[in-house]
């Protein structure tokens, strides 16, 4: 179940899930040829900032509450957008690596040119008064409105879908579950198993050939 690997909250207990209620199941990563259709669409149509948060949802393979809270100063140094970055983790507590391929740098430029942000400021801010940052939800509605436009069952994807694409492509080219679970920030391989789906039986032989 997409819950599973779902962001917390630790304030109080009155605050509820946007997703409370609601049936999410595990949810399809995209293809190959699905993300080049999202991509070229937001290109198309001049949406910097979507293109922007889509292409680095897909590199970074983050959660939705770490990606709508990325730092400008997270993803660059000294005006010049990282080829790797690091965040820390708001479900973990645990920071995570990833890498960002030249076409996600040249879209995050293009939107802090539009932003002329400065250091310390989030890269996707609220349009929202009281808010630094875009919400959960928030980011949730783009993300239907993305595959929607792409001819996509919206109820069969979700902002886990962005999660899950780059690392389901990784197992899938490489059957190497470690990678994928550094990539993903989890703490055990069994996660990472039940994220991706993996026939249990499968991942442990590809488990037991690994040397870490």
Known sequence: MELSDACTHSRGHSRQPW???RIVGQKRP???KEVWTIRVRLQLEQRKRDLAMFNLAIDSKLRGCDLVRIG?????IGG???????????KTGRPVQFEMTEQTRIAIQAW????????????FPSPLTGREYLS??????????????AGLEVFSYGTHSLRRTKA???YKKTGNLRAVQLLLGHSKLESTVRYLGVEVDDALSISEQLEL
């Open 136 to 149: 959960i939800r928030q980011y949730a509605r783009l993300v239907r409105s993305w595959i929607d436009r």
């Open 112 to 123: 802090i040119e539009v932003l002329q942000l400065k250091t310390g400021k989030y890269l």
């Open 72 to 76: 400008l100063d997270e993803v660059c």
């Open 30 to 32: 995209l293809k190959s």
């Open 80 to 90: 010049r957008v990282r080829d790797r970055a690091t965040v820390l983790q708001k």
């Open 168 to 170: 389901a492509l990784i």
């Open 19 to 21: 997703n409370k209620a």
